[in-house]
């Protein structure tokens, strides 16, 4: 990501005119704004937020408008950070300057609660274009709007659009141009309304005296809001069935949203998500690494020139992080896609609404699923997702349960430990991994709700629109991918790739006499006597092992280094280089170690290692939002909990799977 | 009666809704006001409800479909 914390306008190229687009969540907003800009895209922050808002260049001929994707709101005025922000944006309040033209997207399939935003939007003095989407939903809903009826009702010009196809997009284009050429006609009635001034327009025209070009209603209650929407809506579409018309969405929704199917199908979506992400990842992640590890760490080797620690530090440091980031690549961006799916598709509302009642459970309503499912893709974003709940309470618990939404870079560990000590249920195992994160979360919140959190009432209602069916769009879908696994080479990258740097250089400095820096054995080097110092703590739980403290302690920085670590002090031990070399498999070296370690009983000593690694602190970056969404006694108090909590399961695991085994 | 008592299929026109000001006028913008028309399209788990407002679908939990007061209109879905 780019540009977090700067204001739109540091984004948009200077004399850019700007396009805001605003419109209901699942609107088809941001599918019109990636079909319009491309991949001339980049995220920043609101001011003073951790509300995202994503910005692009839309290229028109030989002219460039700026393009800003506002987050949905039903509504201007506003219930959380997020819609504050848009509400502040379409304004010009704040830091943040007013747009030149503001498209407000409107679901043709819910013209109802769309007109409602439009009849807002109009009424803050921006110039203003309705872009009608979601025609094909419409009419398989035996709906038709009359859009140039609509148009003259509302006194905006309206185009419609299929995001998805890019039909229309001229016509919007064309429609923005004149928009714009017109601009300097308009006036700041809104400002004159919120300085007190009067401004009463009954029939679409602008009462202002200025021989403004303002159109659309000035209405000023929400009563007269409702009865302007009503009378655009009725000449819009003068004949709507008298019955609803039975979609293809609402048949499958007779599944999916069934009293007792309901629930199964949710669990078994997200079953197949997380197997297909276990075994296609898998012989991917491998390949990478092998690459990594294998021929190019060889042949790197034999052609640095120079004294020995330099290759070292080049090739078992800085190619080691390097390969560890790489590898990650496939496995995160088949997460990516299949949460895009998921989302894309439309199922994400309606996992929400099916999950509403375990989450009611905890304090929490169906809202809060969309972070905690963010979460299992990165716990990084789905901390800034719980900014679109609007009870700050609820907000701070479900960012209190994130990080116990196993994440990605957690799988890498599950599939190693999987693999090497249950190698024919290995996928079982894994999703076994993710039905513990949900129980986590649950008692967790239950916990919270228990102590922390007794004020929370079960009150609030959950109404969520549910958007039509679609298949999903590949390209989009693919683009998205590569931006946010990009984003996470760039962030979470440079953090992994220096923290193995600096276990390798750790491990290069002797702490006892004798030796000579980068030619020291492992225990006689600062990282072997921290590892040391940490491992007994873990003996109650079968882990009483340096290689296993050590990288447990470097993957408190970022999980993504768990495995590169063991992999790196493996190699890097003289005592089992030997070993390593013969077979060059991770996974029999820690199950050598996990076997002395565990007097025998290596494979519970696995399961509390899969437990620990599950529900310690996700990652130093995830801390760090935690903080800075809530404030540092919350996250500190936080991580504290989060470790006695990993230390006790891995010890309780350890300890039965011990008299069982 | 309420919209939680209400099986998929029929027509309902809303009475009254009793949530606080905020939530109300929430549910307000997204259609659901005194006197709106609505389908009810499926019934869920607790007692939610998936409504037709014109061509729109909304999800609503059991609780707060208690909170919507409704009368029976016709019990039709094409």
């Known amino acids: ?661 | 009666m309420d919209l939680r008592l209400c099986p998929a299929g029929t027509s309902v026109e809303v009475s009254w809704v009793e949530l606080d000001d905020a939530e109300r006028a929430r549910l307000r913008e997204l259609g659901l006001r005194e006197g709106a028309v609505v389908h009810v399209v499926h019934c869920s788990a607790f007692g939610g409800r998936v409504i037709a407002v014109g061509s729109d679908r909304l999800a609503i939990d059991g609780r707060t479909c208690a909170c919507i007061g409704v009368t029976p209109l016709a019990a039709a879905l094409a």
């Not at chain 1, 760039?490 to 750790?506: E, Q």
């Open chain 1, 1 to 661: 990501m780019s540009c977090h914390d700067a204001a739109p306008g540091a984004t948009l190229a200077t004399g850019t005119p700007a396009i805001a687009l605003v419109g209901n969540p699942n609107a088809g907003k941001s599918t019109l704004f990636n079909t319009l800009s491309g991949a001339r895209q980049s995220v920043m922050n609101a001011p003073g937020t951790t509300v995202e808002l994503q910005t692009g260049t839309w290229r028109r001929g030989g002219r460039r408008l700026g393009l800003v994707d506002l987050p949905g709101t039903y509504s201007l005025t506003p219930r959380s950070p997020d819609e504050q922000v848009a509400a502040d944006y379409v304004a010009g309040r704040g830091d943040l300057a007013r747009p030149d033209v503001a498209v407000v997207v409107l679901d043709g399939s819910a013209l109802a609660r769309s007109l409602y935003l439009l009849a807002q939007v109009c009424e803050t003095g921006t110039p203003v274009l309705a872009a009608v989407t979601m025609l094909d939903v419409a009419s398989s809903r035996g709906v038709t709007p009359d859009l140039d009826a609509l148009a003259a009702a509302a006194q905006v010009p309206v185009v419609a659009v299929d995001p998805r196809t890019g039909a229309g997009v001229e016509g919007l284009g064309v429609a923005v141009e004149a928009l714009l050429g017109a601009r300097a006609g308009t006036c700041d009635c809104a400002q004159d309304e919120t300085d007190g001034g009067a401004r009463a327009r009954d029939d679409g025209a602008c009462a202002c005296g200025r021989g403004c070009s303002c159109s659309g209603p000035a209405v000023r209650s929400d009563e007269e809001r409702f009865a302007w929407t009503e009378r655009v809506l009725a000449a819009a579409v003068p004949a709507p069935p008298a019955v609803p018309v039975r979609s293809t969405s609402d048949r499958l929704d007779r599944v999916l949203l069934h009293p007792w199917l309901g629930v199964p199908v949710f669990l078994a979506v997200m079953w197949a998500m997380f197997e297909l992400t276990t075994v296609v990842a898998t012989p991917l992640v491998d390949a990478v690494g092998s690459f990594f590890s294998g021929p190019l760490a060889t042949w790197l080797h034999g052609a640095i020139p120079g004294p020995a620690w330099v290759s070292g530090l080049l090739v078992d440091g800085v190619l080691s992080g390097v390969g560890t980031v790489l590898s990650f690549v496939p496995l995160l961006a088949l997460v990516f896609v299949a949460i895009g799916i998921l989302e894309d598709s439309g199922y994400l509302a309606r996992a929400a609404f099916v999950a509403d009642r375990a989450l009611r459970a905890i304090g929490l309503d169906g809202r809060a699923m969309v972070p905690l499912v963010i979460g299992f893709g990165c716990n990084v974003p789905a901390m800034v997702a719980t900014r679109t709940m609007p009870d700050a309470r609820r907000r701070l618990l479900t960012g209190l349960l994130v990080p116990l939404t196993s994440c990605p870079a957690r799988l890498t560990v599950y599939v190693l430990v999987a693999g090497t000590f249950f190698p024919q249920s290995a996928g079982t195992v894994v999703f076994g991994l993710y039905v513990l994160s949900g129980v986590l979360v649950i008692l967790g919140g239950y916990a919270l709700r228990m102590t922390a959190f007794r004020d929370l009432r079960q009150t609030r209602p959950l109404v969520l629109a549910l958007p039509a069916y679609h298949v999903p769009r590949l390209r989009p879908m693919l683009r998205s991918t590569w931006t946010r696994v990009a984003a996470f080479v760039r962030g979470a990258g440079g953090i992994i790739a220096g923290t193995l740097v600096v276990v390798w250089l750790l491990s290069a400095i002797p702490v006892t006499a004798g030796h000579a820096v980068a030619d020291v054995p492992v225990h006689d080097s600062a990282y072997g006597r921290v590892a040391d110092a940490v491992a007994p703590v873990l003996a109650p739980a079968g882990l009483d092992d340096w290689r296993i403290a050590s990288a447990l302690t470097t993957g408190f920085v970022a999980k993504e280094v768990v495995v590169g670590a063991l992999a790196q002090s493996y190699s890097l031990d003289p005592a089992d280089a030997g070993a390593a070399s013969a077979d060059g498999a991770l996974g029999n070296q820690l199950r050598t170690t996990l076997t002395a370690t565990s007097d025998g009983h290596a494979t519970a000593a696995a399961l509390a290692f899969l437990v620990f690694v599950l529900a310690y602190t996700p990652c130093l970056a995830t801390v760090a939002e935690q903080r800075r969404v809530f404030g540092t006694r919350w996250a500190v108090g936080a991580v504290g909990v989060q470790l006695t909590i990993a230390w006790l399961l891995a010890v309780g695991v350890f300890q039965v799977g011990r008299l069982l085994t």
